[in-house]
C-alpha cells in the first residue's frame, strides 16, 4: 500500500513505523505526515498517543474525531514550510494543508502546528488554522 503522506513511498517504510513506535519518530514533520496518515487510517489510538498530554483530546472528542475521519475523503497532504523541529530540537512547527473531500465537497485544513517533545518524542501541541 502507498503511503498516506507521500503516494510515491510504500507504507511499510514510511509512517507505519512511525504507528509502530512514536519513538522512532526523529523530526517534527515526520510526526506531521504519520498524523495525517493516521487520520487517513483512522488510527485514533495513535494521533492520541502523538498528540501532547497537556492538550490531549478527551474520549468523548476523541469519538468525535474518529466519526470525522472515517467520514471523509482524504487526497493529499502538502507540506509548506517547517521551522526546526529537527532531531535534535524540543519545539518545532509545520505548516501544511491537507485535502479531502466531504458530502461532494473539497475541503482544506490549513495549519501551522506545533510540536514539542514529550517523554523523549515528538507530539502534536497544537495548530493556527489559516483561512
Known amino acids: 500500500m502507498k503511503c498516506p503522506c507521500n503516494p510515491n513511498v510504500m ?6 513505523k512511525a504507528h509502530a513506535n512514536i519513538n522512532s519518530v526523529a523530526t517534527a514533520e ?8 493516521a487520520f487517513v487510517l483512522a488510527n485514533i489510538d495513535y494521533l492520541q498517543k502523538s498528540h501532547h498530554s497537556l492538550t490531549r483530546p ?3 472528542e476523541k469519538r ?9 475523503n482524504w487526497v493529499k ?12 530540537d524540543t519545539e518545532g512547527t509545520v505548516e501544511f494543508k491537507a485535502y ?9 485544513i490549513h ?17 493556527l488554522h489559516k483561512p
Request: glycine residues 8%.
Open 77 to 88: 497532504l502538502e507540506i509548506l514550510r517547517t521551522s526546526q523541529g529537527t532531531n535534535s
Open 111 to 127: 495549519e501551522n502546528s506545533n510540536f514539542k517533545k514529550e517523554n523523549g518524542h515528538w507530539t502534536y501541541i497544537d495548530g
Open 64 to 72: 468525535k474525531i474518529e466519526a470525522w475521519a472515517k467520514s471523509v
Open 30 to 37: 515526520t510526526l506531521m505526515r504519520s498524523r495525517y496518515s
Open 11 to 16: 507504507y511499510s517504510v514510511c509512517c507505519q
Open 58 to 60: 478527551s474520549k468523548s
Open 100 to 108: 479531502y473531500i466531504e458530502n461532494g465537497q473539497m475541503g482544506v
